[in-house]
């Protein structure tokens, strides 16, 4: 049974800095690319940042890039996504989830990932 957990969520206000981590267990982490995902209340699930399963590709939304980084340590089954410059329409409840399929390409389609965790809330006040 694979396990994703996040935390690391919180408050902060416009132009700070947050980071939140995912554990994963329950398979070989190595072998799968993840991604974050964000919702908002009353929005869809938003695509964030992947990143491809021995961390050498990654990608992000235009929306966040240039401000969010994301990168994994497969010792630590840990992904992790830094984020810089904070907006208040970055306050959203986030998402890690794993790509489906070995060792697959990076994609932002949400369908494309089969594990998710509970969730972790980041509000940014203005």
């Known amino acids: 049974q694979v396990q994703l957990v996040e935390s690391g969520g919180g408050l902060v206000q416009a132009g700070g800095s947050l980071s939140v981590s995912c554990a994963a267990s329950g398979r070989t982490f190595s072998n799968y690319g993840m991604a974050w995902f964000r919702q908002a209340p009353g929005k869809e699930r938003e695509f964030v940042a992947a990143?491809?399963?021995?961390?050498?590709?990654?990608y992000d939304a235009d929306s966040v890039k240039g401000r969010f980084t994301i990168s994994r340590d497969n010792a630590k089954n840990t992904v992790y996504l830094q984020m810089n410059s904070l907006k208040p329409e970055d306050t959203a409840v986030y998402y890690c989830?794993?790509?489906?399929?070995?060792?697959?390409?990076?994609?932002?389609?949400?369908?494309?990932?089969?594990?998710w965790g509970q969730g972790t809330q980041v509000t940014v006040s203005s």
């Open positions: 989830a794993t790509r489906r399929g070995f060792r697959a390409p990076m994609i932002s389609d949400p369908h494309e990932y089969d594990y």
């Open positions: 990143i491809s399963w021995n961390g050498g590709r990654s």
